[in-house]
């Protein structure tokens, strides 16, 4: 398994990631779920990304639990904060408040004293960055997060948390954005200052949410027991990419990848770590067999023709739209 450094610090994460997005705690119990981290920990995977809103907490949970007797330095274990974990006024956002409640909550369910990278999951139009950024260095000050990162946050959002950061003595070294083959909004705009700050991208969605396994077929129901039957957030996350124009390019991709000797999966993560900026791909899983085919994108080089072939057949339905960013974001 190839190590990537995080952005412009000396942390090093795994090239290809663990997420527990839309499986652990909902979609997959907690046996399955240890299944798979141990999966992943044969593979080389010793990156593992969860947040405090996944499941309503319990993902947090499943993956302390999975980890559990794990040498705890030997893995780097990513988490986030800002969606709703409860009721209240103040459960939500990047309030001080809710900021330093719930690194707690998530050091608890994760049975650590310490996360290694603690992100903003997104931008809160509703409290100043200054309170936001002063809460997040306490954090790094305390010794509950090693580094600190953001998620689809915009450009300029991020080059002034950046500036922040520094005045404040701590590290911005990561952003975690949607990006695959048929998601590229990050290209334009945001890769550019990321490179600029030192600042790695850690993406969401390398495989749009299974979409680019080929798996799904154009004019038919989703397979059984796939994501796009799952009815615990899974079929929503999705959905959007269920269309037959998308589908029916995606097929095309599948006879390129078995002449190149490889899934249709691993040349999809393997088009994503092509990008420099790029210091790993998050996969999630619900069964441990699918964990070591996708680290297999990790070793793989793909060669330029193969890569304007691929280009050329999805043009027509990839995403390149900026404005796209922070599409769950909400705005003033």
């Known amino acids: ?39 992943a920990l044969d593979a080389g995977i010793t990156t593992f990304d969860t947040a405090d809103v996944y499941a309503e907490t319990r993902a947090e949970e499943a993956l302390g639990a999975a980890l559990k007797g794990v ?13 709703p974990t409860g009721p209240g006024r103040n459960d939500r956002g990047l309030s001080r408040k809710h900021i330093m409640e719930s690194i707690n909550g998530s050091l608890r369910r994760l049975g650590t004293d310490c996360v290694d990278l603690y992100q903003a999951h997104r931008y809160d139009y509703a409290t100043p960055l200054e309170e936001t950024m002063e809460a997040l260095a306490d954090v790094v000050h305390a010794g509950k997060a090693h580094y600190i990162g953001v998620s689809e946050w915009k450009p300029q959002e991020i080059r002034a948390a950046a500036q922040l950061a520094r005045e404040l003595k701590i590290r911005l070294v990561s952003n975690q954005p949607q990006y695959s083959l048929l998601w590229r909004v990050i290209e334009p705009e945001i890769v550019p200052v990321c490179q600029e700050l030192g600042i790695g991208q850690i993406v969401w969605s390398p495989l749009a949410q299974g979409v680019l396994t080929g ?22 996350a999705v959905a959007g990419w269920l269309r037959d124009e998308v589908l029916a390019r995606v097929q095309e991709l599948v006879p390129l990848a078995a002449e190149a000797g490889m899934s ?31 680290a297999k994108a990790a070793d793989v080089t793909l060669d330029d023709a193969l890569v304007k072939r691929v280009d050329k057949i999805l043009d027509p339905v990839i995403e390149r739209d900026p404005e796209r960013i922070d599409v769950f974001a909400k705005r003033p």
């Open 215 to 236: 798996k799904y077929k154009p004019g038919a129901q989703p397979p059984s027991g796939s994501r796009g039957t799952d009815t615990n957030g899974g079929s929503d």
């Open 1 to 39: 398994m190839e190590h990537h450094h995080l952005g412009g610090s000396g942390m090093l994460v795994s090239a290809i990631a663990y997420g527990n997005w839309v499986t652990h705690g909902s979609q997959v119990d907690q046996d399955a779920a240890t299944a798979c981290v141990r999966a």
């Open 264 to 294: 249709l999966a691993t040349l999809s993560l393997a088009w994503v770590l092509r990008n420099t900026n790029v210091s790993a791909a998050i996969v999630g899983a619900s069964r441990p067999e699918q964990i070591a085919e996708n």
């Open 71 to 83: 040498r705890r330095e030997g893995v780097e274990i990513c988490t986030k904060v800002y969606f």
